[in-house]
């Protein structure tokens, strides 16, 4: 059997067929061995930092440095894949990584109840500051008005002396006063601000000094009673055996306004006392009324108003002129009712 020769151009491809063969079993025999795997994610690709203005120098180094090692690793991966029958390697090659901290701020989220936590304490802490503050304490009090008081009376007599201005109530000032001092008539009280009290008051004037059972009080025009405090001159002095008949309380008056005696017979004593012999202290007893105690030995009652007042002083003085002239010695003459004058 006679074999055909060859073409050249058969005979070239077997060799590149041959070539082929021999790369690709070269290829399957050293690449589990020594060739790693290139994956995409484990390429750290460069990352532009934040630009520092102490090293800018050295930020744009790493930047050049890190893209000319990945231009020059793909560059040999694709001369060893693109040409067939040449040895391949695989060259490891770090592309440089830049690990950038962030400044952290951290904002917690509050909720409505925190929110109203914090609002409660620190109203707290403010309240209490300003309880606590000297600025906020009563130390002093603006007086005006007083005659015989003093300041220091007055303060004294706030009731808040020393504590802070939020528990200082005009109403409750103005009672603690009155009940404090009954020779006050009137009193306003203001408070502001950080620690003042503006207090204005109207004393009570004094027209009768009332002996009684051993002790002493004063009388006004409206017939309350009150004690002395410090000196007035001038004061009509009256000695009773017993406390005014007929008082009673009035409810439509507060209790530092009730009447001790009648105003009519305050006016009365008044009126009378011109007539008071000198030297001698005008009287009263509950059931002949006013009078006093005359130098030549008797008494002399005028009753408990000013009815005729100016007649009983005509009546009263004809009977003592008839006493003398006839040599009697009474020891009581009343001339409280005019139709009906008496003597003991």
């Known amino acids: 059997m006679t074999t055909k020769p060859a073409s050249p ?3 070239l491809v077997r060799q590149r ?3 082929q063969k021999r790369t690709t079993q070269s290829s399957r025999r050293t690449t589990p061995s020594t060739r790693q795997a290139y994956r995409s994610e484990a390429v750290h690709l460069p990352v532009e930092t934040r630009r520092n203005a102490t090293r800018p120098l050295r930020s744009a180094a790493v930047k050049k440095h890190s893209q000319s090692s990945f231009t020059r690793g793909a560059a040999t991966l694709r001369s060893s894949q693109g040409r067939p029958g040449r040895k391949s390697y695989d060259v490891a ?13 951290t904002i917690p989220h509050l909720g409505p109840r925190w929110v109203s936590a914090g609002l409660t304490l620190l109203l707290s802490f403010m309240l209490y500051t300003m309880w606590t503050a000297s600025t906020f304490t009563v130390s002093a009090a603006d007086v005006s008005g007083n005659e015989r008081l003093t300041a220091d009376d007055v303060y004294g ?18 009672e603690n006063l009155r009940t404090a001092f009954p020779d006050l008539e009137a ?7 950080p620690n003042r009290i503006a207090v204005q008051v109207v004393e009570r004037k004094p027209l009768l000094v009332w002996y009684q059972d051993g002790k002493t009080t ?3 025009s409206k017939g309350v009673a009150f004690m002395p405090r410090g000196d007035v ?5 009256v000695a009773s055996t017993g406390s005014p008949a007929g008082i009673t309380v009035d409810p439509n008056k507060s209790f530092h306004d009730q009447i001790f005696i009648d105003p009519e017979m305050v006016n009365a004593i008044v009126a009378l006392s011109p007539d008071v012999p000198a030297g001698v202290s005008m009287t009263f007893d ?13 008494s002399a009652y005028f009753g408990q108003n000013l009815k005729d007042i100016q007649m009983k002083l005509v009546v009263y003085q004809s009977i003592v002129d008839t006493f003398i002239r006839q040599g009697i010695q009474p020891t009581l003459i009343s001339v409280e009712f005019l139709d009906a004058p008496f003597y003991k």
């Open 9 to 11: 151009r058969s005979e």
């Open 17 to 19: 067929r041959s070539t």
């Open 93 to 105: 090659f770090s592309l440089g990584r830049t690990d950038v901290h962030a400044p952290a701020l």
């Open 157 to 174: 007599g706030l009731g808040v002396a020393g504590q802070p201005i939020f528990k200082a109530v005009p109403a409750q000032i103005q």
């Open 187 to 193: 009193v306003t009280v203001h408070v502001s601000l």
């Open 218 to 220: 004063w009388i006004d």
């Open 233 to 237: 001159q001038g004061l009509i002095k």
């Open 286 to 298: 509950p059931q002949y009324g006013m009078g006093w105690q005359d130098p030549r030995g008797w």
